[in-house]
């Protein structure tokens, strides 16, 4: 029990749409280790972001309980939510979603206001994050001066910011070119990786989803009995050629383009 | 603490990022902090002249009815039918049109004047205790004034020229010449080319004790300075009766005879026998003079009451104007608000999926409407304060203490008493109320954001996110 970051039991999500009842979710059981790097995969509409909403306390469960660090979440009061949401959880958007009047390390530090830390921490802490995501001489630069992998990175550096149990990243990658989305998704390995931080990604982009260390397939709600190893995050490939690479190299051996 | 202050700076950033919107609230706002501070002083303006003229007016009618009391068995004898001496100058000079002074309830006459042989006649009736010669004749600058009967040409006038008999030993006995001296000393028995000015007089002139005046082209010495609090009595400049008679080319006539009886008794039959003799003389005996007074009085109340009706009227008139400022801006803060959380969804949606609570939206929306009712208030008050009296005149068109006379603002005339004025009381709003109503904007500014901050910490973040 301890050593799992998120576990739900038969979650059921009924959704009514213009007087029918939707079925969004049904059945849904997980289990999701400490320093799991999971990928949950499905076409749009399979309910995925319900799931990810569901396990990042923004949405309740109609039936079937969440557990949240070994804690039954399921039940607390909408008012103190926000509380688990501030500590215990991570998110990663697909659209970034900066506060683009305040600058990448003011973006950071935003969900570690109302903690205990003090202000002088906060920046300091704010800026090792974005140095771990690669960000350390943009500190200044508010979102609009930054690409959108960068904004993606220091998403990923806010999401981390008051060390949660669990990053939810919902198809973090889907506002990003090719290139980018790779960059990103090597740069959540790699925090799984050195930082033993559990992630979950929700994405309908198969190579994305394999970049992950498991799999898992939701369609119509259920999730399906298959898991699949991410063979990607074992054994990187390029995305060009096939070949396999290391998670480090910045061209690729066989074919020789950029990574 | 120092949580709120990234909150503040939060905040300051987002008012900031929209002008438009932020002018808009300010400006709304702001018209109704100047429109709060311009009515009540408007008000309070009209109401501190409203207090005075009436106050003024009373210490008037006091002022006359001792006057009329003690002097219980002077009877004035002159050829107008009002009181002519004791105060009420009732020969407001004017030839042939209004006095400056305008309509002055019935007492209004012109300055007529009849030949002194009738002095030594009044002497002989018996019970006549003294008499005493008085010519009052006012000087001063022919202007002309078009009103809607035609252009009348008549005198304003500057000073009035008061002769009395020096050379008479009952003068001392009676109040005919001003007893308060406060500079130099009375007339006394047998002075000659001298004046007795008023303070008034003095400023008119420009002289002083001891100073040669030219009067009518010739020249006196100012022997003393004397004080008066009857208003129509400002202007009077005695002087011996021969040498007013003279210089006024109004030898051997008479403008009122004070006539004093034995006793108060006897003044009604001596009244009789003046009328007897002379039918074309009014005599103002004490008791007809007190009747005469009691009667404007009534009449003024009646005007005052009257002016105090219109200004309540304007005054319930002003509420609805501050009532309508209120709501209205209430609104416009609420509509803007609304629309900006509305607009912010998203962003909501973010900051509660990144752990912001509820009431750290709330104070967030909160704070940022409270930043724009402090900016509002404090260039509403100083609107306030520059164009308080434009904009009562503008919202008050009953009330305009701060231009015309507040005497017109009050009863939309003058006031039956010539001269009786109140200092212009200027519409100047009182620290308080700046306080005040610097309050009242910020209040208004944080009521008018309580509701869309509420929506703003309710929305759902998933609802929210789903924007996208």
Redesign the interface.
Same mark, same amino acid.
């Given at each position: 029990m301890n050593d799992l970051a998120l576990k739900t039991e038969n979650l059921d999500k009924l959704y009514k749409l213009g007087g029918r009842h939707v079925q969004a979710l049904s059945d849904v059981t997980l289990e999701i280790q400490r320093g799991d790097f999971l990928s949950i995969m499905g076409p749009s509409g399979s309910g995925k972001t319900t799931l990810l909403?569901i396990l990042?306390c923004?949405?309740k469960p109609t039936h079937g309980t969440v557990y949240l660090n070994g804690e039954n979440v399921t039940n607390v009061p909408e =008012?103190n939510l926000? =509380?688990i949401? =501030?500590?215990k959880v991570?998110?990663v958007?697909?659209?970034f979603?900066l506060?683009p009047?305040?600058n990448a390390v003011e973006n950071v530090?935003?969900?570690m206001?109302?903690t205990k830390k003090? =202000?002088a921490e906060r920046q300091k802490s704010a800026r090792e994050l974005l140095e771990m995501v690669g960000l350390s001489k943009r500190i200044e630069h508010r979102p609009h001066k930054l690409s959108a992998g960068e904004q993606q990175r220091v998403a990923i550096a806010?999401?981390l910011?008051?060390n949660p149990a669990i990053v939810l990243a919902d198809e973090p990658t889907g506002n990003l070119d090719a290139k980018t989305k790779y960059e990103i998704m090597r740069l959540l390995g790699k925090l799984n990786a050195e930082q033993g931080t559990t992630i979950v990604v929700v994405t309908h982009d198969s190579k994305i989803g394999s970049r992950a260390r498991r799999m898992l397939f939701l369609n119509d709600g259920k999730l399906l009995k298959k898991e699949k190893k991410g063979a990607h995050f074992m054994k990187p490939t390029c995305p060009n050629c096939g070949k396999e690479i290391q998670p480090d190299d910045i061209f690729c051996a066989g074919c020789g383009k950029k990574l | 603490m120092v949580k709120n202050l990234g909150v503040f700076t939060r905040a300051l950033r987002n008012v900031a990022r929209r002008k438009v919107r932020a002018s808009l609230i300010v400006v709304a706002l702001s018209l109704s902090v100047a429109i709060l501070i311009s009515i009540p002083t408007g008000i309070m303006a009209n109401q501190e002249a409203a207090e005075q003229l009436s106050s003024n007016y009373d210490a008037y009618l006091a002022n006359m009815e001792t006057e009329i009391t003690t002097a219980a068995t002077l009877l004035e004898v002159s050829l107008s039918p009002g009181f002519t001496a004791a105060g009420f100058g009732g020969g407001r000079p004017s030839e042939g049109g209004f006095g400056e002074g305008g309509f002055t309830g019935g007492f209004m006459s012109r300055e007529s004047f009849f030949n002194e042989t009738a002095v030594s006649n009044i002497t002989a009736i018996e019970g006549v205790a003294a008499v005493i010669p008085v010519l009052e004749k006012s000087e001063g600058t022919l202007v002309t004034r078009s009103t809607q009967f035609g252009e009348f040409e008549f005198l304003r006038p500057e000073y009035t020229i008061v002769g009395v008999p020096l050379d008479d030993s009952d003068l001392s006995d009676y109040p005919v010449l001003p007893s308060e001296i406060i500079e130099g000393r009375a007339l006394v028995e047998g002075d000659s080319g001298v004046v007795l000015l008023s303070e008034n007089n003095t400023d008119y002139f420009g002289v002083g004790v001891n100073d040669q005046v030219n009067i009518l082209e010739r020249d006196f010495m100012v022997v003393g300075v004397y004080s008066t609090t009857v208003t129509q009595e400002m202007n009077y400049l005695y002087m011996s009766l021969s040498e007013a008679q003279e210089i006024t080319e109004l030898e051997g006539q008479l403008s009122r005879i004070d006539v004093y009886a034995e006793t108060e008794d006897l003044v009604d039959e001596v009244s009789d026998e003046i009328t007897e003799m002379y039918p074309e003389f009014y005599v103002n005996t004490a008791e007809s003079r007190l009747e005469a007074i009691t009667s404007m009085a009534e009449r003024q109340v009646d005007l005052v009451d009257s002016a105090k009706a219109n200004l309540d009227e304007t005054q319930s008139v002003a509420y609805m104007e501050i009532g309508v400022a209120v709501v209205a801006t209430s609104l416009i803060v609420l509509f803007t608000m609304l629309y900006t959380v509305r607009e912010r969804t998203q962003e909501i949606g973010v900051l509660k999926a990144i752990g912001f609570s509820n009431g750290n939206i709330m104070s967030q929306f909160m704070l940022e409407g409270m930043i724009l009712s402090i900016i509002a208030g404090l260039v509403g008050v100083v609107i306030g304060m520059v164009g308080a009296p434009m904009i009562t005149q503008v919202l008050l068109t009953g009330l305009s203490a701060s231009n015309s006379g507040p005497e017109q603002a009050i009863t939309g005339r003058q006031i039956g008493v010539p001269g009786l004025t109140v200092e212009a009381s200027v519409a100047t709003p009182t620290v308080e109320l700046l306080l005040v109503v610097f309050a009242g904007a910020v209040l208004l500014g944080m009521v008018g954001s309580l509701y869309p901050a509420w929506r703003a910490s309710k929305t759902s973040p998933m609802e929210a996110l789903r924007r996208e």
């Open positions: 909403n990042g923004l949405d =008012k926000y =509380k949401r =501030k500590n991570g998110f958007f697909q659209t979603n506060m009047w305040l530090e935003l969900p206001e109302g003090p =202000k806010r999401a910011a008051n | -």
